[in-house]
């Protein structure tokens, strides 16, 4: 499934923020967290088929760790992590 994100007014679609506890999380894991794929099956079969970006690139690493100010491009969504304020 290939999806174009709509641009907005500024140079960056909106992103929506995703906080973690961690200092990092796994890609596939973060996909599951944030609730863009359902499991990690259908997470890896995303990473696989190329329709995950990370910070504007392609991603096909499932274990890539995300850190607060990554931005993950899937499901027809953007994501910005950020830390979780203790």
């Known amino acids: 499934m290939k999806v174009r994100l709509k641009k907005l007014s500024g140079d960056r679609p909106e992103a929506e923020k995703v906080a973690i506890s961690t200092d990092f999380i796994k890609l596939d894991a973060f996909l599951k967290y944030c609730c863009a794929a359902e499991t990690g099956g259908i997470a890896k079969i995303m990473i696989q088929?190329?329709?995950?970006?990370?910070?504007?690139e392609t991603c096909l690493t499932r274990g890539?760790?995300?850190?607060?100010?990554?931005?993950?491009?899937?499901?027809?969504?953007?994501y910005e992590l950020t830390a979780e304020e203790k």
Do not use: F, S, T, Y
Request: positive net charge; without cysteine.
């Open 64 to 78: 890539k760790k995300l850190r607060p100010g990554d931005r993950v491009e899937a499901g027809g969504k953007l």
């Open 49 to 56: 088929d190329g329709d995950v970006r990370v910070n504007g």
